[in-house]
């Protein structure tokens, strides 16, 4: 059975930094492109980043890009996502996710979810 399990989200001031984990377990994903999304209060879910276990390709969203960064630990089969220069935007339960193709995992309709993590930016 996979598992996906976040932690680390939690109440910031704009502006604050938090890493969030993700720690995979039930298979080896050297062929699984892992990726983070959020959903805001009374909004859609959406992409946020991802990641291949292989070689470490990386990919943002443009609402993120220059203030999150997504990283693995093959060791732990973790994948974390260091989100700085947060703002009240930001607010949104936040899932990892996994999949082996990145069209589907982009898309939204990975294989494997999380049950996510909370953040919230206080202005």
């Known amino acids: 059975q996979v598992q996906l399990v976040e932690s680390g989200g939690g109440l910031v001031q704009a502006g604050g930094s938090l890493r969030l984990s993700c720690a995979a377990s039930?298979?080896?994903?050297?062929?699984?492109?892992m990726g983070w999304f959020r959903q805001a209060p009374g909004k859609e879910r959406e992409f946020v980043a991802h990641?291949?276990?292989?070689?470490?390709?990386?990919y943002y969203a443009d609402s993120v890009k220059g203030r999150f960064t997504i990283s693995r630990d093959n060791a732990k089969n973790t994948v974390y996502l260091q989100m700085n220069s947060l703002k009240p935007e930001d607010t949104a339960v936040y899932y990892c996710?996994?999949?082996?193709?990145?069209?589907?995992?982009?898309?939204?309709?990975?294989?494997?979810w999380g049950k996510g993590t909370l953040v919230t930016v206080s202005s």
């Open positions: 990641i291949t276990w292989s070689d470490s390709n990386t």
């Open positions: 039930g298979r080896t994903f050297s062929r699984y492109i």
């Open positions: 996710a996994a999949d082996r193709s990145i069209i589907d995992l982009s898309r939204g309709a990975a294989d494997y």
